[in-house]
Each structure stands twice: as structure tokens, then as C-alpha cells.
């Protein structure tokens, strides 16, 4: 019986991609993600800005329970004998106090968009167990600051600066608000070993971008950084000016 064979098949040609083919898949996957990161980039700030207005809503409520349990009068952060500073607090009677009482976490202290203040050293400053380096601002409660030069440029002589107590109708209503801080001409930490580390919450390319701040009817809010609040310090502590929106002040 004849066997029949079957013809070859012909065989069939591997397709790849050319060297110039890749290329442009790469330059088109370059393109996009140039698009794409700035967009990302922006989303996560952008939550980060978030959860820090909570931050400062949280605290600002604190603040103001605390007065309603002491006769109205605001808390004061600095221990007697210790640094008078808006980012300065006592260990005992500030931090310790608010963790314990009003429930604040370690977390809460500092910024979620500028976490690296959020390190050993601030939170027991040089490790002396009383001080501790907030990342926010918080400017009431504190008479030494009505004599500070920058508020002395603005403020009238027969208004108070900030509130002491709830029932105050101070100048500037302002309660707790974002690290905005200059030291020694930069908005870094000159000198620090981490590069990371800045003297601003929150950015817009090497600039702050704003502030979120909490007022004394309870209401928090994000402000722009603009003029003229970005450019003087309402606090000048040596090298170190401390801006904050101005804007919010009584009639």
C-alpha cells in the first residue's frame, strides 16, 4: 500500500519587536508617567493635607474642651523657666496632659505631609524628659508673646495679641495651625543631618503652599500663602520668624 507524505509546512517567521520599536514604547511610557507622577504627587499631598486639617480640628477642639473644664482659660504650653515658643510644649503639663486627658496620640503632633519632625530628639528634646518639639503652631494660652517685636508691629497697644482665655476678644482668633517657621533665612533646618526635614508643613515647590488653622469658634480651614501674612513674621524668636494667615482678627 502507497504511504502517503504529507507536504512540509512552511515555517512560520518569529515576529519582534525592532530596536526602534522599543524605543518609542519607551519614550511613550516616559511620557505618561511625566503626566501621570505630577497628578499623583498632588493627590498625595493633597491627603496628607487632609488628615492634617483633621489633626488641627482635633486640636483646636481639645483646646477649647480643656477651657470649658478650667473656667475658660487656655491651656498654656510652656513650663515655668522653659522655652516660650509656639512649637516648644512642656512634657508634664502639655503633652503628657493632652494624651492622657483628651486621648491625642504621638501622631498627632506632627504633620503627616512634613513627618520627619516626627523623630526621637523632638519629641524628647535632647532627651531631657520636659520639652518637646511639636510639628504645629500653637500661640494661645501665653502672655510672653505680647511683647514679641513682630506682634508689637501690628498689634495695638490696647488689644491682646491671642486669646488666654475662650471668652478673650484678642486680635488675632487664630488657636493652633500649621509649622510655618524660617530659621536663619531658610524655610529648611539649616545644619540638620537629615535633608528632608523642613520648616513648612505643607510646599509648593521650595515655598510654603499655606497653612491649615484652627480658630477660636472651633472652625478649622486651609489658608493660602500669600501676601502679606507669608512675608512677616508675627513671631520672632532670635533667627527663627513664625508666620500664621492674619486675616481671621475681630472688628
Request: charged share 20%; proline share 6%; glycine share 8%.
Amino acid at each position: 500500500m502507497e504511504q502517503r507524505v504529507e507536504p512540509a509546512r512552511p515555517l512560520r517567521k518569529r515576529s519582534a519587536f525592532t530596536l526602534i520599536e522599543l524605543l518609542v514604547v519607551i519614550a511613550i511610557i516616559a511620557i505618561l508617567a511625566a503626566l501621570l507622577l505630577p497628578a499623583l504627587a498632588k493627590a498625595k499631598e493633597q491627603s496628607r493635607r487632609v488628615a492634617c486639617l483633621n489633626n488641627i480640628k482635633q486640636w483646636t477642639l481639645s483646646c477649647i474642651i480643656y477651657a470649658d473644664d478650667n473656667e475658660n482659660r487656655l491651656p498654656r504650653s510652656a513650663r515655668t523657666g522653659g522655652t516660650v515658643n509656639p512649637y516648644w510644649v512642656s512634657q508634664k503639663n502639655f503633652r503628657d496632659m493632652f494624651m492622657h486627658d483628651y486621648h491625642l496620640s504621638r501622631p498627632q503632633f506632627y504633620c503627616p505631609a512634613n513627618s520627619s519632625w516626627n523623630r526621637d530628639d523632638f519629641w524628647d528634646w535632647q532627651g531631657g524628659g520636659v520639652d518637646t518639639v511639636i510639628g504645629y503652631h500653637y500661640f494661645c494660652g501665653e502672655t510672653n508673646y505680647f511683647s514679641n517685636s513682630g506682634l508689637v508691629r501690628v498689634v495695638p497697644a490696647n488689644r491682646t495679641a491671642f486669646a488666654i482665655k475662650t471668652s478673650d476678644r484678642p486680635y488675632y482668633t487664630v488657636i493652633f495651625a500649621d509649622l510655618v517657621r524660617k530659621l536663619n533665612g531658610s524655610w529648611g533646618r539649616p545644619g540638620d543631618t537629615d535633608p528632608s526635614i523642613r520648616g513648612a508643613n505643607h510646599y509648593n515647590g521650595s515655598q510654603p503652599a499655606g497653612a491649615n488653622q484652627g480658630f477660636l469658634d472651633g472652625h478649622a480651614s486651609w489658608v493660602r500663602a500669600k501676601d502679606p501674612w507669608i512675608k512677616f513674621p508675627k513671631l520672632v524668636f532670635g533667627t527663627a520668624q513664625i508666620f500664621m494667615e492674619g486675616g481671621d482678627q475681630n472688628p
